[in-house]
């Protein structure tokens, strides 16, 4: 652990409406995936930490669900995560979608910014899938809605000025100590992580036909007695028989696939042969049961 006088570290909070590309931006900062990406919007359920550690600084970047209008419980919990975060922060970065033009969401944030006196950069993603001079508009409009410290364009996905964010970020981190050790990347669960693997690929292979009413529940995960091997069981829950017919497919090939492309995910985060075994349950209308929501880890004492 590092604990020089001009060592810096300090916590850094990731807000934008969904979809915007944080999870993305911060699998590309970690360089290993430890948060769920989806095309779906309001993906990211839990606070997701990721460390980024160098010989100057160390980085706790804290990944929030997207800030959307709440239509269940569990909305109302991923809201209050998110704008809880602003208050525990060293900086704030408002990520925005340089493809989607400002709108209520975008306000809705503004307005929660104002009441922080934490710094904030305006980190403009998916700068790629635009032009220049769209770009520049974008700044402009920005510009005069907020006094943002810093203004960054970046691809999270093609990685274009991520080094060059980051260096802006450690110039804004207080001194400190290292937190956590340098090889350590995230502070959650192995647990954790590998049922968000799951419920990316049941979310990726199921589109449209099953929104956010997928949770994760591990039941086992053990190592075998060779060492090399690893056991996990597992259940997908969700709020219809009908998506349970979905998620199995025919024959059960949906729920193989899901298991293959997540036991792919689960090897390389472990370093060891996964044997992945999967089940499917119904346990209807669980996004509005706060019971239900604290059996399946979302509990509003933790934050």
Known sequence: MKNEAHYKSGF???IGRPNVG??????KVIGQ???IMSDKPQTTRNKIQGVYTTDSCQIIFIDTPGIHKPKHKLGDFMMKIALNTLKEVDLILFMVNAQEGFGKGEQY????LKQTKQPVFLVINKIDQVQPDDLLKIIDEYKGLYPFKEIIPISALQGNNINTLLEQIEKYMPNGPQYYPSDQITDHPERFI???LIREKALHLTREEVPHSIAVVMDKLERREDGHTVYIAATIIVERDSQKG????KQGKMLKEIGRLARMDIEALLGSKVYLELWVKVQKD???KLSQL???????DEY
């Open 12 to 14: 850094v909070s990731i």
């Open 22 to 27: 944080k999870s993305t931006f911060l699998n």
């Open 33 to 35: 995936k430890i948060a």
């Open 109 to 112: 944030i503004i307005e929660s």
């Open 194 to 196: 590998i049922a968000e």
């Open 246 to 249: 979905i998620i199995i497919g």
């Open 286 to 288: 669980w996004r509005n």
């Open 294 to 300: 604290r059996d399946f880890g979302f509990r509003e």
